[in-house]
């Protein structure tokens, strides 16, 4: 019997001793601001260049919480490319940023097909998210991707072991999600893909880090 209600308070135990871990993870952390503002990428990437500036709503604002953002359409020639990116100062070990994955379905949007795309940069490549929604009809690709300073990172779990990590390390936890969408049409993938290899070493300079190679840790 003694056995068997220890169990229960060794689990306990083990949960406050975690909460106490991510706790003190928490307290280290060290805001990191950006060198430049997202508004400084360039409104002309491979061919493509910006035509729309959007700003987030309020409640959209309240939920995201971003420390910096850029809402941006590209066009070239007839095809359009919508740009999102939100950057975070800082972050809580333990947790996330708003993956696009789990917002598509509350707006309507369905998800028909996940994937990864491979992403040529210099020294390498990177890992990148694809995924084909649809809605009313009309299908999109969305291509999707965590980056911070030092690193390009799909797995959103993944990101969360490495921003533990840097939390106990370093204290720095800044990091940004970059999101593209395209119609999904012939040629799509290849000019998300390419424009994506302009944008993240242009994301890094607003980092201020000269970070290119093709690991994703």
Known sequence: MGIHL???????????AGTLY???LTAKRVP????RPL?????????????????LDARVLKSLTPTDYVSRTY?????????????????????SMH?????????????WMQDSSQVPITGGRVEINKYSI????????????????NRV??????????????????????????????LDRPGADQDAVTFASTLIPELQRSFGSTWLMGQSQ
């Open 153 to 182: 990172v799909a797995n959103e779990y993944i990101g969360k072991v490495l921003l533990a990590r840097d939390t106990l390390l370093t204290g720095l936890t800044s990091g940004s999600i970059v999101r593209i969408i395209v």
């Open 6 to 16: 220890s169990m229960p308070y060794a689990a306990t135990a083990a949960l406050l």
């Open 39 to 55: 508004q400084e990428i360039s409104r002309t990437i491979d061919g493509w260049s910006a035509v729309d500036e959007h700003k």
């Open 32 to 35: 990191e601001p950006l060198v």
């Open 22 to 24: 991510i706790s003190n």
């Open 134 to 149: 649809q809605n009313a009809g009309t299908r999109m690709l969305m291509f999707y991707w965590y980056q911070s300073k």
């Open 99 to 111: 993956s696009p994955k789990h917002c598509l379905p509350g707006s309507g949007w369905e998800i």
């Open 75 to 95: 066009r070239k020639e007839h095809a359009e490319l919508d740009l999102f990116i939100a950057f975070y100062a800082q972050q809580r070990a333990g947790e």
